[in-house]
């Protein structure tokens, strides 16, 4: 983190501390009409160039120290109609915070627009609070453990308010809970591969998510071997670091509302094995458990709300590596399903771990099943790097998770889900191939999963390949991985709660 925050919703303004800064936000078309009576009621006095800059300039968001008057720093963002999403809070103060962190602002006091000027964008007003809170905590993750020279956390106050009214306690804390889980989900897909292993993955769970509701088991090799869990024994064969299965079970007491099982694709390094990747794709593959990632800050997030509900996190933790011990192009993987894979590209590796976690989620008999795995370039290729793909048959959960998705601004988008594309996935010696054609990868990577699910259990495939990666497209997004789908998830299951 950035700054060590200390965030309030009240009525006392900071402006008056010393090295403070106020935060507003105007219309472009309105700025000439209520700047100048703005800085007049604030008593704020701009020299005449700065004054002049808050019209002339193109950027949006400008800073500048004033000349007479509290606060000592104007912040000012100008927003206009093109490109307006519920993002802009978000996106805004994430910028600030990050921008603050050259300047020796001790007190930042934010006031935002009143949720009547933004009402059709949002789902509530909490809502709209929540997209500005969110974005103060996104802006203010940064990691930098392993810079020698480390910047002195430096306190920042922040009072938050929209034309006086405050925002509640309960969300305060209730906020500042999920970014909390959110921060270690991002601290997971940041680690550099060496040091975060499956082992090291299992060892920061247990460690960071103690909860009296939470119980957490690591399968080991030997156990997946008992268990005849092939697929993920075979993916993980080369590494000098064995593969496990970590299995997290959150169960609060009281009567629950569902049974819902997150899978997530835990691959700790991925360089494509024997099917090597060339270095520029293998630079971003420590993030490769970004799925693993999104379950783990979900449930640590689930269970420090309290959320009624039943969750059963299931982890396939495997380094993808090369070794006279490597799996091969050409070889048959017997699953823990009984079902057979050839293995046409090792480098196609997320499925087949998945296949047989998926296995194991259904063995748990939940109401539904959620995957979340960083699985092919072809859909950052088809959606980008801001969305992530969404395969399920179960229109009532997808419409539940695209409202989610909006009100979250963690961008999901339905894709063709076409029975018949399994005509790519034949093989000749098995029951199933891990390699489609070149066309449509992230369509038969989402049928060849599907292979492996209990067809009475509602499904949901998430391809976080995009979004879970680091991105230019917001200011919380641009430097390091973003633990994408906590936030989204959290939203679905408070809905349900
Ligand atoms: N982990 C990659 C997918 C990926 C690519 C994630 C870019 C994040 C950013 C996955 O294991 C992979 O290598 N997929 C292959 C599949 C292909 C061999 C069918 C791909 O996308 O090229
Ligand atoms: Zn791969
Ligand atoms: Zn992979």
């Known amino acids: 983190m950035i700054f060590e925050l200390i965030l309030t919703s009240n009525k006392n303004r900071l402006i008056n501390k010393k090295n403070s800064a106020l935060v507003k936000f105007f219309h472009e078309k309105e700025l000439s009409k209520k700047f100048n009576l703005f800085l007049k009621q604030e008593k704020i006095e701009l020299n005449q160039n ?23 720093l104007l912040i000012v963002k100008k927003h206009k109609d093109e490109n307006l999403t519920n993002d802009l809070l978000r996106n805004t103060l994430s910028a600030i915070i990050i921008r603050l962190k050259n300047e020796s602002i001790q007190n930042l006091e934010i006031d935002i627009p009143p949720y009547s000027d933004f009402k059709e964008l949002f789902s509530s007003e909490t809502n709209y609070f929540e997209s500005a809170l969110e974005g103060i905590y996104l802006g203010n993750y940064d990691f930098e453990i392993y810079k020698t020279e480390k910047s002195k956390k430096q306190k920042l106050n922040v009072n938050i308010m929209s034309e006086g009214k405050t925002i509640s306690s309960d969300q305060l804390l209730n906020c500042q809970n999920k970014m909390k889980a959110v921060s270690f989900a991002r601290d997971l897909v940041n680690e550099p591969a060496s040091t975060l292993t499956p082992q090291e993955l299992a060892r920061r769970v247990k460690l960071n998510l103690k909860h009296n509701s939470l119980r957490i088991k690591i399968l080991n090799k030997k156990e997946l071997q008992n268990r005849k869990m092939n697929a993920i024994l ?37 360089s494509g ?21 999104a379950v783990i800050g979900t449930i640590a997030a689930a269970a420090a709300l309290k959320l ?48 047989d976690a998926l296995e194991y989620a259904c063995k748990q ?23 992530a793909a969404m395969f399920t048959k179960n229109d009532k959960l997808a419409q ?48 060849f999963l599907e292979h492996f699910v209990d067809k009475k259990i509602p499904y949901v495939h998430l391809d976080i390949a995009g979004p879970a990666l680091k991105h230019k497209f917001t200011s919380y997004t641009e430097k390091y991985d973003t633990g994408f789908g906590v936030r989204l998830m959290i939203d679905y299951l408070s809905n349900l709660a």
């Open 365 to 387: 008999k939940p109401d539904e099943i959620i995957d979340f795995a960083t699985l092919t370039g072809a859909c950052v290729v088809a959606l980008g790097e801001t969305t």
């Open 273 to 293: 094995g024997l099917s090597i990747k060339p270095t520029s794709s293998m630079l971003e593959m420590k993030g490769d458990m970004a799925g693993a990632a």
């Open 308 to 355: 009624p509900i039943e969750i059963i996190g299931v982890i396939p933790a495997v380094e993808n590596m090369i070794s006279g011990k490597s799996y091969k192009p050409g070889d048959i993987v017997k699953t823990a399903s009984g079902k057979s894979i050839e293995v046409k590209d090792t480098d196609a590796e997320g499925r087949i771990i998945l296949a």
């Open 400 to 447: 539940a998770l695209e409202d989610s998705s909006k009100s979250s601004f963690e961008r999901i988008w339905r894709m063709p889900f076409y029975s018949d594309y399994k005509e790519q996935l034949k093989s000749d010696m098995a029951d199933i191939s891990n390699l489609g054609t070149r066309w449509g990868g992230s369509i038969t990577a989402a049928i």
């Open 50 to 72: 700065q004054a002049a800059n808050f019209f002339a300039k193109k950027e949006e968001l400008l800073f500048a120290f004033t000349h007479k008057g509290s606060p000592d």
């Open 234 to 270: 075979a993916v993980g064969a080369a590494s000098e670091n064995d593969p496990l299965l970590i299995e997290l079970h959150y169960k609060p007491s009281g009567k629950l509302k569902r049974k819902i099982a997150l899978v997530g694709k835990g691959v700790t390094y991925d």
